[in-house]
């Protein structure tokens, strides 16, 4: 089944102990992006990545890293977690036709609802 | 002014009824154009595309008009099972112009009433 799998699907921590989510996608799409989500706010996006060992910044990137060192994963690494950063986040995957800047439909995983106390 | 922007509703309507969403962008050289669902707590799904021509799916339909900046969604004989929040989504080039961005809007929340 094609998918993309978020890990885990809820958290608990306390600010600044270090935590990464993964996820991994089976439908060998170059695109992989990670949004965070929040009551009146929308949609934002963190990290994007257009292929392997290849990552830019979205709107929100601060406390986020990311790396994309094999095409099927890409993990969110929060380096020391504030309560700030408490929200549902999506990872999300695509195929890029026509090119690097074009975009096809994205899919995305779960969900992830993170809690940072 | 945002670059998407999104009636956040709730659209209250009884079931049969015709709905419609607007979407109005602010970049005139914005290219692609997308209707995502997402249901509560749930992750977005992509609900159609949306072309320069208008293009229809069942009872959706979907309608892009470039000279006043907007795309529409149409939803008719609405059923319960389209309570869902309804996000557009708008590919835009990048303030370098070499690059494209997703722009997503606040969504527009549809409660279809018995």
């Known amino acids: 089944e094609a998918q993309v799998t978020q890990n885990p699907r809820y958290l608990i921590t306390v600010t600044g102990k270090k935590l990464t989510v993964t996820c991994s996608q089976n439908m060998n799409h170059e695109y992989m992006s990670w949004y965070r989500q929040d009551p009146g706010l929308g949609l934002r996006q963190i990290y994007y990545s257009m292929n392997v060992e290849v990552t830019d910044k979205g709107d929100v990137p601060e406390g986020y890293k990311v790396s994309r060192k094999e095409k099927r994963n890409f993990p969110l690494i929060l380096e020391s977690p504030s309560p700030n950063q408490t929200s549902l986040y999506f990872c999300a995957s695509g195929r890029v036709a026509g090119g690097p800047s074009s975009y096809n439909e994205q899919f995305f995983g779960p969900g992830t609802r993170l809690t940072v106390l | 002014r945002k670059e998407v922007e999104q009636d956040p509703g709730p659209f209250n309507v009884p079931e049969g009824a015709t709905v419609a969403f607007n979407c109005t962008y602010s970049?005139?050289?914005?290219?692609?154009f997308f209707w995502y669902r997402q249901d509560c707590r749930k992750e977005p799904k992509l609900l159609m595309s949306?072309?320069?021509?208008?293009n229809e799916d069942g009872r959706f339909t979907a309608q892009l008009n470039r000279a006043s900046q907007y795309i529409s969604l149409l939803i008719r004989d609405s059923k319960l099972s389209d309570s869902a929040t309804y996000l557009c989504?708008?590919?835009?080039?990048?303030?370098?112009?070499?690059?494209?961005?997703?722009?997503w809007g606040l969504g527009t929340s549809l409660a279809v009433n018995p």
């Open positions: 970049n005139s050289a914005s290219q692609s």
């Open positions: 949306v072309y320069s021509s208008g």
């Open positions: 989504v708008v590919i835009s080039p990048t303030n370098a112009g070499n690059n494209r961005k997703l722009i």
